[in-house]
């Protein structure tokens, strides 16, 4: 199991009328790794208008440590 973000975006990012919401390619081991890679990217928001962190069945395949990412 691993962890990714998922991301909702704010109406100023809106492509059409839907609200938006991604999910991160990036899947990291641990949840603490995903929140910290998302709060350096997502914080403060500007076209974000929130995030979270999921676990996903995949494998991880990034790691997010002393502001490092590094693929797995």
């Known amino acids: 199991m691993s962890w990714r973000c998922v991301i909702l975006l704010s109406q100023s ?11 991160s390619p990036l899947r990291f081991p641990t ?5 910290v890679f998302g709060r350096a990217m997502f914080e ?7 995030w979270d962190v999921e676990p996903v069945e995949e494998p991880a395949n990034y790691s997010y ?8």
């Open 31 to 35: 949840a603490e790794e995903a929140r």
């Open 44 to 50: 403060p928001p500007e076209t974000v208008k929130s």
């Open 65 to 72: 440590k002393k502001g490092q990412l590094k693929r797995l």
């Open 13 to 23: 990012a809106w492509v059409t009328d839907k609200q938006h919401s991604q999910v």
